[in-house]
């Protein structure tokens, strides 16, 4: 079974400021994705940046970063030069390469930027 | 990048009523959807993987007699609420995998009332 872990309920930055968002996974599958995604007050989900297993390098998306660290089984999703346009929930997710393609949600973060 | 439509957007309905939400992939064919379920300030749970032509798979916990799911084309998915009460009132949001790579498109969600 895959579970993810998001152990910030929620945070508040000042606005301009980096933010990292802790995510762990655990999983039996040799090969998977991780996700992180953003949800506004609207509910839509708003894909961010993916990282595959077996990818080399942390995966990059204009302000946002995936820190992996696959030993550790952690995916941090860091967010530079923070907006107030960031504030949202935010969540991690991951699903198996092979086979059925759902996605097993962490809690989430509620970011929220302050000006 | 590819669309995928819920419809309504919001309803409103008594218990012991039935009601239908759709879910369309606009520009592309998807022979798997996904059923999530979000109640308010919790992560998104999947109930069920909706195959076209097939029956849809429940998740561990999710009445597939209350939760009726028809995939009926390679671009419709609907999920019927039989008989709801006020527990059933949760935002609904179905989603859809790319063709290619790891791409999850996912519909605006659907906001359920049950009075």
Redesign the interface.
């Known amino acids: 079974a895959q579970k993810i872990t998001q152990t910030q309920p929620g945070m508040f930055v000042q606005e301009k400021e980096a933010v990292t968002l802790d995510c762990t996974y655990d999983t039996s599958d040799p090969s998977y ?1 991780l ?1 992180w995604y953003k949800q506004p007050s ?4 708003i ?1 961010l940046i ?1 990282q ?1 297993s077996y990818d080399q390098q942390n995966a990059t998306e204009g302000r946002y970063s995936l820190n992996f660290q696959k030993a550790r089984k952690s995916a941090n999703l860091v967010i530079s030069a923070s907006q107030l346009g960031d504030s949202a929930m935010y ?1 991690c997710a991951m ?1 198996r390469i092979q086979g ?9 973060t509620r970011l929220t930027i302050n000006p | 990048g590819a669309v995928v439509s819920q419809h309504p957007s919001w309803v409103i309905c008594k218990s012991g009523t039935s009601v239908k939400i759709e879910c369309r992939s606009l520009d592309f064919q998807a022979t798997t959807m996904f059923w999530y379920r979000q109640f308010p300030k919790q992560s998104l749970m999947l109930m069920a993987t909706s195959n076209e032509g097939s029956k849809a798979t429940y998740e561990q916990g999710v009445e597939k007699d209350k939760f009726l799911i028809n995939h009926a084309s390679l671009t419709l998915s609907t999920l019927t609420v039989t008989s709801a009460h006020p527990e059933d009132s949760s935002f609904y949001i179905c989603s859809a995998p790319g063709l290619a790579g790891h791409e999850q498109y996912f519909g605006p969600g659907t906001r359920l009332t049950v009075t």
């Open positions: 994705g996700f609207s509910g839509e989900m894909f993916y595959g969540f699903r059925a393609q759902k996605l097993v949600f962490g809690q989430g």
